[in-house]
């Protein structure tokens, strides 16, 4: 396999992880790898992207923020996007970021606004003739959730503004937290109680700020610190980010008493060392150090790269390290039948939380580390749930050990364990008899994102395939109120709740109904562009390998894994009993008069920055014109459309004789279109 390809195959998996992960942290409040973990992630997919740029796509998260809004709220479209900052992890990261910031105006910048860097949620806040008016979450980026009723009730942000000289309309930004002391309170109670304790404080924070009654979150200990602005009016604006501040401060708004303006590099690492020292006493959690230009016409010269501004990074503390033992390695079967090895733990405080597990992803990084069960291990944490073993401690290891091996039988129906060419992860071969692969492929098709059928949660999949009431996610349109009524906590009325929500999951769409089975490596874009391309599900399970991998964005891993689900007998069996019991989808249709779409046939791949639209904005306009988009430069390729800072794309596509248009031509591409 060529080098490019091995990327390729590589970025697949690491986009599909880091997409879980962003859902998980920013979304669900559930973080499931340490803050180092998911960053070592990031940097491997930015480095494989930038040194294979054909490799690149459009929806690849390494140019996103956070995860998509919750449906529970109203969304809120954000006026100015909320990007994320990019991360430093020694004084070699400051001084590379300080010295592009230098190249990029042409002298040495002076003046940076410190802070910590607080574990809480982003939120956005608007003010209009000094009343707040709305709050939201950071979200995607673009749109965020509408918690207006939940900020209003955090005493510490202000309802109505004091003082005088505020604009009519300005957005302030910051970060909602729950103080140490609030959090220890809320989870002794939560543990008199019986009831679900917090992780850590900011998955308190954020799980208090999403509850859908506002009277909850206000029992809930939350507080806030502003950190910046978003629009604001410019002819208003002061020089200095730190004079506004002063500002915000007089108006009543919160501000950290430990912002700084520090005049050079030598004293901004002195004060990263100092907050570091002090951070085990501060009133609540942080990660870092946050470093910003304070002039803001520096910070407008530099502008924003795709995701984080070119002004301003997060100079991350080092995790928190603790040795403990390694007591057993048990393996665990997922939903694609992939098999896990977990280690579980002499239990051990780490970072404010006792550790008694940790993941160790696959053969390939146990052998690599050389983790044995008795091995005395270094476990790091950084404010997660589920910690990482950075290495085992040889000279510590009894006489007895000796190398963990992965199971020959699935440990949960004793089906072979198959691990296929160029993958690191073993996998049981059982499919659906597999109880553990049943039991998740049916948590995720009704996921909200799938088959969205409310009210089917884990006790419940539990239940239903221990009294066999199910098998696979067919027999749930055969599920009757007499048979769900028979379940422990299910009165009449919540089964009829969970019947009409299994109901109302027949009516979806093509794209859905793909994601909702589970193929390997096939997640909602892959789903969607499915569905675009192929129209019928039945044109779908006919499509040979090949003809998948005429789809946008399909390699040939992802093409074999969706051809092979489909050669299954049993998989068809299960989608043609789901079909009979009423699954169904409008067929999509093109609304435009043929006339209209002008780009039809035509090709077009994007890179760099646009600063008029987002990406997918102007994804959906060329669609709109019968285009299609693609990740990678080829022969095919009609147009490249460049913003700021496009990278090696161009060159390559002067090789390939394709047409390269900078954002004011593309616009007049896309006005001429739409006109004629």
Known sequence: MEASERARNRAIELRAQITLHNLQYHQNDNPLISDEAYDSLV????????????????ESPSSKVGAPPLNSFNQVKHSVPMLSLDNAFNDEDVLNFVRRMNQRLGYKVSGFLMEPKIDGLAVNLIYEHGVLVCGATRGDGQIGEDITLNIRSINSIPKKLSGMGWPNYFEVRGEVFMPKHGFEAINAKARSTGDKVFANPRNAAAGSLRQLDPQITAQRPLDFYCYGYGQYPEDQLPQTQ???????????????????????????LAYYREILGRRAILAYDIDGVVYKLDKLAERESLGFLARAPRWAFAHKFAPQEANTKVL???????????????????????????????????????????????????VRRAG??????????????????????????CPICGSDVEVND??????????????????????????????????????????????????????????????????????????????????????????????ALGIREVGEVTSQALSKHFKTLEDLRNASVQSLQNTPDVGPLVAQ????????????????????????????????????????????VFTGTLSGMSRDQAKA??????????????????????????GSKILKAEALNVCVLDEDAFIELIKTNFSS
């Open 43 to 58: 940097r491997e997919l930015l480095n494989l992207e930038k040194e294979y740029p054909e490799i690149l796509t459009p």
């Open 242 to 268: 730190s004079e506004l501040m002063l500002q915000f401060y007089s108006w009543g708004i919160p501000t950290n008493p430990e912002v700084r303006v520090i005049e050079n590099l030598e004293e901004c």
């Open 328 to 378: 057993s390695i048990d393996v665990q079967v997922g939903r694609t039948g992939a098999l896990t090895p977990v280690a579980r733990l002499e239990a051990v405080f780490v970072g404010g939380v006792t550790i008694t597990n940790a993941t160790l992803h696959n053969l390939e990084e146990i052998i690599r580390k050389d983790i044995r069960i008795g091995d005395t291990v270094i």
């Open 384 to 409: 997660d749930v589920i910690p990482e073993i950075l290495r085992s401690l040889p000279e510590l290891r009894p006489s007895s050990s000796s190398p963990f091996e992965m199971p020959n039988q």
């Open 422 to 515: 160029g993958e690191a992860t073993a996998r049981c071969s059982g499919g659906l008899f597999c109880v553990a692969q049943n039991k998740e492929a049916i948590k995720h098709f009704a996921s909200r994102r799938a088959l969205n059928i409310d009210g089917l949660g884990d006790k419940l999949i539990d239940q239903l395939i221990t009294e066999k009431l199910i098998e696979n996610v067919a027999d749930l349109y055969s599920l009757t109120i007499e048979q769900i009524t028979k379940l422990e906590r299910f009165g009449e009325k919540s089964a009829k709740n969970l019947l009409e929500s299994i109901e109302r999951s027949k009516k979806t769409t093509m794209a859905k109904f793909i994601f």
């Open 561 to 604: 894994h969706i051809h092979a689900f489909f050669s299954q007998d049993h998989n068809n069996q299960v989608i043609q009993r789901l079909i009979i019991a009423g699954i169904h989808w409008e067929q999509e249709t093109e609304h435009q008069h043929p006339n209209d779409l002008r780009l039809t046939n035509k090709v077009f």
């Open 621 to 646: 306009m060329v669609q709109k014109l019968g285009a299609s988009v693609s990740g990678s430069l080829s022969k095919k390729t009609d147009y490249l459309v460049c913003g700021a800072d496009p």
